[in-house]
């Protein structure tokens, strides 16, 4: 029963956010929409719900095939690929390293002191006593 909420939270949050992509005409993709959603709702509630973690620990185990459909829509669309690959590389390798910098930004703002001793390691520091 819990793999079963579970996959009716996940479900209902895509539903929803699909439901607003279209009806408020929205330039995100509805899952993307449903995941923020879910963000919320976690945040909200404190906790992962039993069922959703069930379900979330189920889908993770089997991930990769998850990507078999991308990979297939890539091969069918080569052509298309190929004659853009230099823009799609361009703009891979720029925004992988604009989110490697967001990230580094916003761990140095959001940790702040913590970070000030990051290379000392706290289990080194307990074998040393």
Do not use: Y
């Not at 579970?6 to 956010?17: N, S, W």
């Not at 379900?55 to 991308?70: D, E, Q, R, S």
């Not at 004659?83 to 604009?98: E, F, N, Q």
């Amino acid at each position: 029963m819990p793999l079963l909420v579970g996959m009716a939270i996940l479900l209902g949050c895509q539903l929803i956010g699909e439901s607003a992509a279209r009806f408020f005409h929205l330039p995100i993709p509805g899952p993307v929409i449903g995941m923020i959603i879910l963000l919320l709702g976690l945040m909200l509630l404190g906790r992962v719900p039993e069922g959703l973690r069930v379900t979330t620990n189920g889908l993770t185990k089997h991930l990769a095939f998850l990507f078999v459909p991308a990979g297939v829509g890539v091969m069918a669309n080569w052509s298309a690929i190929e004659s853009h690959l230099v823009s799609i590389a361009i703009i891979v390798l720029l925004s992988t390293a604009g989110l490697q910098l967001f990230m580094v930004l916003f761990m140095r703002r959001t940790l702040g002191s913590a970070l000030k001793n990051h290379d000392e390691d706290p289990v080194l520091k307990e074998q040393r006593r």
